[in-house]
């Protein structure tokens, strides 16, 4: 496999492939780095082995860092080991482009995995490494989708986990969990309190917490979601994408998906201009973009976006780097936006998601609204959740009529169209 | 005042291998001052040249982040547990 040491992003000093996330020399973040002198730079043979592989990210094996490959049988008996990710639809969502006034706008609906969110990515790729480095627990801090994803997988592999979330998370998060047979631990604070948690038991622990000592295998499982991307747009890149920022993992790989593939020459043109979404309620990095600054100053969050109440995000200063140098930025909207946002999307495309993805698509209704977005550009709005997580936030937008079941109480109770 | 300094896994080759070390001060910028006395190769490992923290470091005192508070002029009472941890986890 292509993948070759693990790299301090500050630094640059170099760290084997081992459970190591921080630089012992200035505590920068470690970062996985390819060797692709030896991929194939035939260009009609590489795409042709990604299109032959399995339905879900291990077809991008070749970018991912696994010494050994893929889990399981080669070829596409790879597709059937463990809770396979990947390969979620991309819908061209004409009637949101109308909508907004923009020409082409496409949806990414990565709600369409195991666990109903992109976590599954990250988890697949981390979890896989951890089996490779010879771990035997899993673990995580969670906003709840990744405690979904991490309680599945471990099931699926039959590997013991341990899932800690802040204690006040959505009961749909709290069930689509404990029902895999995790140890779920609800920790009394925010996610930040959680993740400091973790972080010191990953010192105590011989397990794989795959958002901290697994952070680096981890985070390049994100990349699979721009891959995606550009393959299901025939090879091509878009002109923009809108993505969630909660650490801005998500957001930062995207980019460096994207930038891989153009560095092999597997695409061509220039990195899409990066936006990135936060809500109000937390926004470290909207605000620090606002304010010109290059690091961002904690918060502590108070927003129905659960999923993206990271008040201390790791990757800050590389997602206001990436927002700048592409042309992008970063926005927050209010939990009004996002439950409208939400709304939005479900009525104009059919997909019903999160409320991280009712901050998505409302900081694409803004950029439209300020015209920030060129009517010829092709956007993709990148949509990381299920709407059936989070009920709360739609409860109440609607009306049901419920008559007598005669065709006139039909006539007499529903001959108005049922509106808000 | 006393405080209880817990130094990271990543710090501790600088800190003899010590995961705790108590030390005295009246302001978290006093503490790791003393810190650095103690293991001097932990000042270029966790500061910037100016002397502020580098921006992956995290400092909590009892739990909460000193950024949500006065910062490194912070003031400790006698026992308090100030924590030194990476701030690349999580998301």
């Not at chain 1, 990947?86 to 923009?102: F, N, Q, V, Y």
Request: aromatic content about 6%; overall charge negative; glycine content about 10%.
């Amino acid at each position: 496999m292509a993948v070759s040491h693990l790299q301090c992003k500050e630094c640059k000093a170099e760290y084997p492939l081992e459970a190591l996330y921080v630089c012992e020399q200035c505590f920068g973040p470690l970062e996985v780095v390819y060797d692709h002198s030896r991929t194939s730079r035939d260009l009609g043979e590489l795409r042709r082995r990604i299109q032959g592989g399995p339905q879900n990210i291990w077809r991008y094996a070749d970018f991912l860092p696994l010494a050994g490959g893929p889990p399981g049988p080669s070829g596409r008996l790879a597709s059937r080991v463990g809770l396979p990710a990947g390969c979620t639809p991309l819908i061209r969502a004409d009637r949101l482009a109308e909508r907004l006034g923009l020409r082409e706008v496409w949806v990414k609906n990565d709600a369409a995995n195991p666990t109903h969110s992109f976590k599954d990515r990250v988890v697949s790729v981390a979890v896989t490494r951890a089996r490779e480095l010879g771990f035997e627990t899993i673990a995580c801090a969670s906003t709840g989708n990744l405690a979904n994803s991490v309680a599945a997988h471990g099931a699926a592999l039959g590997m013991d986990s341990y899932v800690f979330i802040p204690a006040d998370l959505e009961e749909q998060k709290v069930l689509a969990t404990g029902i895999y047979g995790t140890n779920l631990v609800g920790v009394d604070g925010s996610y930040d309190d959680v993740n400091r948690l973790c972080t010191e038991l990953c010192a105590e622990r011989e397990w794989a917490f795959v958002n901290i000592n697994l952070r680096p295998y981890y985070a390049e499982g994100s990349k699979t979601l721009a891959f995606e991307i550009a393959e299901q747009l025939g090879w091509e890149l878009p002109d923009r994408c809108i993505v969630p920022i909660a650490s801005g993992s998500l957001f930062t790989k995207i980019a460096r998906g994207f930038e891989e593939w153009l560095e092999l020459g597997l695409l061509e043109g220039d990195l899409p201009s990066m936006n990135g979404a936060q809500a109000e309620g937390c926004s470290p990095v909207a605000s620090a973009y606002a304010a010109g600054h290059d690091v961002c100053r904690p918060v502590k969050p108070s927003t129905i976006a659960k999923s993206l109440a990271i008040g201390n995000p790791a990757d800050g200063p590389y997602a206001l780097d990436l927002a700048r140098r592409t042309g992008g930025g970063v926005d927050a909207v209010s939990d009004d936006e996002i439950r409208a946002g939400i709304k939005l999307l479900a009525e104009t495309t059919g997909v019903f998601t999160e409320t991280a993805g009712g901050v998505t698509t409302a900081v694409l209704a803004k950029l439209a609204a300020r015209g920030e977005i060129d009517p010829d550009e092709r956007v993709v709005l990148v949509i990381t959740g299920e709407g059936l997580k989070t009920l709360d936030a739609v409860r109440g937008s609607f009306e049901t009529r419920t008559i007598a079941p005669t065709v006139e109480a039909f006539e007499a109770g529903v001959s108005r169209p049922v509106s808000v | 005042m006393s405080v209880v300094v817990k130094i990271p896994t990543q710090l501790r080759s600088a800190s003899g291998g010590e995961a705790e070390t108590v030390l005295d001060g009246a302001t978290v910028q006093e503490v790791l001052d003393g810190l650095f006395e103690r293991f001097e190769e932990l000042r270029a490992r966790i500061s910037d040249d100016d002397g502020s923290l580098r921006r992956f470091v995290n400092v909590y005192l009892a739990g909460e982040d000193i950024r949500f508070l006065d910062g490194l002029q912070t003031p400790v009472k006698d026992g308090a547990e100030l924590t030194i941890l990476p701030a690349v986890a999580g998301g």
